[in-house]
C-alpha cells in the first residue's frame, strides 16, 4: 500500500501583504514542528468499508403452476450464515405458510411444525436438520426442513440455494 508521510511543520503564513486595502490581516498563525511522523494510506481499500461477506443466492419455486403452466420463481439473496430461512422469506415477503400454519404457526419458536419447505438444490450451505425438525419431520422426506429452524450459510460458504415452498401443496 503506498503511503506518504509528512515530517515537517507546514505554515500557512502569507509571504506579504501590502497596499491600504488589507483591513482583516491577522497575525500569521504559528505551527510547531512535529517530530513524529504521520502516514496517510493513498491507496487500496478504506479502513472504513467492512470486509465483504459471502452471500447465498436463494430461489423459492411456487407450488402450483401459474396459467402458463409455469412454476413462478422468486428470488432473493442473504449473507452467508446471518439468517434463518424463514427470516429471509418473511424479510422479502415470500409465502411460506400454508393454510393452517398462516392461521396457526407459532412465530418461528419451534413448536408447530407448520414452516415446512423442501431444500431441491444447495442443501450443503445450509446447517444440519435440528432436534425439533427431527421430531416434526421424522416421516417426511429427507429434504423437507423447517425453515425457522434452517440457517443459510456458515458465515464462510457462497452459493445458490433452491427452496420449494409449501411441498405438501406441490403439483
Ligand atoms: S414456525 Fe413453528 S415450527 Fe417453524
Not at 69 to 86: C, D, F, H, N, Q
Not at 97 to 109: F, R, V
Not at 159 to 167: D, E, F, H, S
Amino acid at each position: 500500500m503506498a503511503c506518504m508521510h509528512f515530517t515537517n511543520a507546514v505554515s500557512f503564513r502569507p509571504e506579504k501583504i501590502s497596499g491600504a486595502g488589507v483591513q482583516n490581516y491577522q497575525k500569521p498563525t504559528k505551527f510547531l514542528p512535529r517530530k513524529k511522523s504521520v502516514s496517510v494510506p493513498c491507496s487500496g481499500s478504506s479502513p472504513e468499508l467492512p470486509p465483504s461477506q459471502p452471500e447465498i443466492e436463494l430461489e423459492f419455486i411456487a407450488p402450483k403452476p401459474a396459467n402458463d403452466g409455469s412454476y413462478p420463481v422468486e428470488k432473493a439473496t442473504a449473507i452467508s450464515g446471518e439468517k434463518l430461512l424463514r427470516s429471509i422469506m418473511s424479510d422479502n415477503k415470500i409465502e411460506l405458510y400454508a393454510t393452517y400454519g398462516k392461521l396457526m404457526n407459532c412465530g418461528g419458536g419451534g413448536s408447530c411444525g407448520t414452516c415446512i419447505v423442501e431444500i431441491i438444490d444447495g442443501k450443503d450451505l445450509l446447517n444440519e436438520r435440528t432436534n425439533t425438525e427431527l421430531k416434526y419431520l421424522k416421516k417426511k422426506p429427507e429434504s423437507w426442513r423447517l425453515a425457522c429452524q434452517t440457517i443459510v450459510g456458515n458465515k464462510e460458504n457462497s452459493g445458490k440455494v433452491v427452496v420449494q415452498r409449501i411441498p405438501q401443496w406441490k403439483k
